[in-house]
């Protein structure tokens, strides 16, 4: 047990207060994160929208995204990433109270298309904020602090969210807007004027392209389009999964909620220990190829109807899935990356899990919906394995 504890504080060692602070902003926005896990279970509870219209319209948020990841990797390169994200905090907040007023499918896919846009210009920003907080030897970790405190934040979201769904769903929504607020204000007055570790990092990491677009990167294009095919997968938990548990088992907004807040504090608890230990023992290739194949595992597991318990099971596999697989495709960005691009690879790492914001309710709904849930899940898992397959192909050519 003592041994336990001295891995775990180990794993804290080094960081930055300014990478801590990151990590409170972050956990402060993420502890509002209560719309998009219940927002396909509001449009076809209270809206009355077909699964396959829900679908739709969570496509909708995935082309904000994507859209948003490219425009926020642009304008970092061009304006610094503590003006772009203090703008996305800022401008993200008001919409929330918009969205609610908005019940047609079309107004409501433009209002969602117009959050993501915004709050998805933020994504990138962050991620150069944390590559220039953070020391060189730390860049993992101050990655997966951050990656903690979202967890953090996304145990509390969704539990606190699914309790004011069954009071009202405008509340949702209320609620995401305040704490999106409340970051903002934090972030600003905290970072205002803050500097970072950019010049000693700029002489330890080696970069392999330092002026290259990340567009012609062929081995990293090819890295971002496996990034994808993993969050396709991976984001049934935001889309199919919610309604799964709906549909199938019959789940009530608070339990649903309670399963998501389960997920949320485990990554929160294992993940700095995971990726500490995970750093000294396996390669980055090596880890992301387990972290791809645990995924598809979890997804399997579903179609094993043995009670509740199995839900909690297979989101404790997925949890694992994320811990090893995400901070490491963000290092692999990181490192990939030069002082004049590192915007443009964060905005392209963004724009790949973006994208499949796009792809995954889609393909999500429309399978469940025309062949059912089992058939989904059991096709989940085969794409985690070519996916992996991918990943080993790259790496050895990312070597050469």
Known sequence: MIRFLQIYLDAYRGLSRPAWMLALVMFIN????????????YMTNKLNYSIEDAGIILSCFGIGAVSGSWLGGWLTDRFGHFRIQTCSLFLTAPLFFILPQLQSMESLAFGIFSLSLISETFRPANSVSITHYAK????????????????????????????????????????????????GILFFFYFKGKKGHQKKRENNIEHTFPRRSPYRDTPFMLFSILCTLYAICFFQLLNTLPLFYRSVYQLSESQIGRILAFSGLVVFSLEMLVVHIAEKKLSTASVIIVGTLLCG???VLLNHHTGQWILYFSIFILCLSEILAIPFMATVTANR?????????????ALAFSGAHIISPYIGTHIAATYGFTALWWGTGAM?????????????LMKR
């Open 30 to 41: 993420r502890s509002g994160a209560m719309v998009l896990p219940f927002l396909g279970v």
């Open 136 to 183: 060189s030897e730390n860049i993992t970790k101050a990655f997966s602090l951050n990656r903690m405190a979202i967890n953090l934040g996304f145990s509390i979201g969704p539990a606190l969210g699914g309790f004011l769904a069954s009071v009202s769903y405008d509340l949702l929504f209320y609620g995401n807007g305040i704490t999106c607020l409340v970051a």
């Open 297 to 299: 595992v979890s997804y």
């Open 337 to 349: 990356s030069g002082k004049n691009n590192q915007g443009a690879y964060m905005g392209l790492n």
């Open 384 to 396: 985690t394995v070519i996916t992996a397959i991918g990943f080993l192909w790259v790496f050895r």
